[in-house]
């Protein structure tokens, strides 16, 4: 699986989570609106606007180029450059001048030169699991998969609380490499570490039934369910597997 597919796959994940999520929401507005007649048909419209308009925005961003995107952050990185490129050239030693202008290149879609940054950074700073989630993420939008494998456990040891490097790494193991036991793994490392933490539970029940292993992805989100009775993604995962 090449890396625009599976980057296209993690937006599909992720839209349709997003989805159930609002849709936890849309049910306690409708709870309110019952409460309050006069306003409920405007309330409800304008829950659905706003819906409509995530899954479109959604869309359109799966279907945009890997290179530069031109939002807002972009924009204000991109006139940010100048000033961050001279700080490294004053400061060259300074591995938080040369992270700060990564994050800059990399918001802009410069990749080769986010790798250059975010590595010389990590030589000045072996510690600094930001950096390495940051290069990580380089690697992968780069097709450095192996590489970015490596590294993501590298910022996993420094920082083992780090949702984001375990969603990070599961997702290139399970969409990059299709080795969904391989996710699964990670998912319950960060789970022993945030044993609460409902996302990873998610995220874990995700990878099960890609693995085609419904019976684990059901228990997991009973378990959710648990601790969460009114989690909306959870109970539509469950009449799904049904």
């Known amino acids: 699986m090449n890396v625009k597919n599976s980057q296209g796959n993690i937006v599909s994940r992720a839209l349709r989570v997003l989805i159930e999520q609002i849709g936890s929401k849309v049910k306690v507005a409708v709870v309110w609106a019952e409460k309050h007649k006069i306003i409920s048909i405007i309330i409800i419209g304008v829950i659905f606007l706003f ?76 510690k600094d699991a930001v950096v390495l989630n940051n290069l990580a993420n380089t690697y992968r939008d780069l097709g450095q998969v192996d590489k970015a494998i490596d590294t993501y456990k590298k910022s996993i040891e420094i920082n083992p609380k780090s949702l984001n490097t375990y969603a990070n790494l599961a997702n290139v193991q399970l969409y990059s490499k299709d080795k969904p036991q391989d996710a699964i793994a990670t998912y319950k490392a960060g789970l022993e570490e945030m044993p609460e933490n409902t996302q990873l539970q998610q995220l874990l029940a995700v990878a099960y039934e890609q693995s085609k292993d419904t019976e684990n992805a059901r228990k997991t989100y009973e378990e959710i369910l648990s601790n969460d009775p009114e989690n909306v993604a959870a109970k539509a995962a469950i009449e799904r597997l049904k």
């Open 51 to 126: 819906i409509a308009g995530t899954v479109i925005i959604a869309i359109m961003s799966r279907n945009e180029p890997a290179e530069v995107k031109q939002t807002a952050i972009g924009l204000e990185y991109q006139q940010k450059l100048p000033e961050l490129k001279e700080s490294v050239e004053k400061s060259p030693n300074d591995a938080t001048a040369r992270k700060n202008y990564g994050v800059a290149l990399y918001a802009t879609g410069d990749l080769d030169g986010a790798k250059e940054q975010y590595e010389e950074a990590a030589k000045l700073d072996d």
